[in-house]
């Protein structure tokens, strides 16, 4: 798996070892990255965050600064490894996902740009939808995106967005929230 442009383009990421851990497919990245354009000044909060992919492409194409969260331990220091093996900083946040949106909230932390890829048909997605959403850490313009199994449901709304794409590839749904149909970029 490497990163697919930007300053960091070409750059294999590691991952960690069994499948405890499902890596974002290529394609699906650059269809994300394809429609939200620049990133730079991008604040960006990479949930369930594997190998980091999402927020190391993020930094690659410009963003700011990336927080990427995961409970696994050894996801975390795979994530730490790539981000230090490319020269890039991030903060890698070990803990769960839900009550660390929650931290966010409480301490007034907000983000232009939230990607969450949580393992499928848990219920997982929804929560972080309605969490990220309904407490406020997603910036005016900000935008967030799940990939999710192509069965899952997801409501058309949380909180003051909605869904501004929504396409399948393969097994795989990504579907994007943000404020307007004509909504592309998280940073303005």
Do not use: H
Not at 8 to 35: D, N
Not at 123 to 151: D, H, Q
């Amino acid at each position: 798996m490497r990163v697919i442009t930007g300053t960091l383009r070409g750059r294999t990421l590691k991952a960690p070892k069994g499948l405890a851990t499902r890596p974002v497919p290529a394609r699906v990245r650059e269809a994300l990255f394809a429609i939200l354009g620049d990133m730079s000044g991008a604040r960006v909060l990479d949930l369930f965050a594997g190998t980091g992919a999402i927020g190391i492409e993020a930094l690659s194409r410009g963003a700011d600064s990336a927080v990427f969260v995961d409970s696994g331990a050894e996801q975390c220091r795979v994530i730490r490894a790539n981000l230090d093996a490319f020269g890039v900083q991030g903060e890698v946040v070990r803990a769960d996902v839900f009550s660390t949106i929650e931290r966010f909230a409480r301490s007034g932390s907000v983000f232009d740009f939230v990607f969450s890829d949580p393992p499928y048909e848990r219920g997982y997605s929804a929560k972080a939808l309605e969490l990220v959403c309904g407490f406020g850490i997603l910036s005016p313009r900000g935008i967030m995106a799940l990939t999710v199994r192509k069965t899952e449901e997801l409501p058309p709304r949380a909180g003051d967005r909605m869904i501004v794409l929504d396409r399948r590839y393969g097994d795989t749904r990504l579907v994007i929230y943000g404020k307007d149909c004509d909504q592309r970029s998280p940073v303005s």
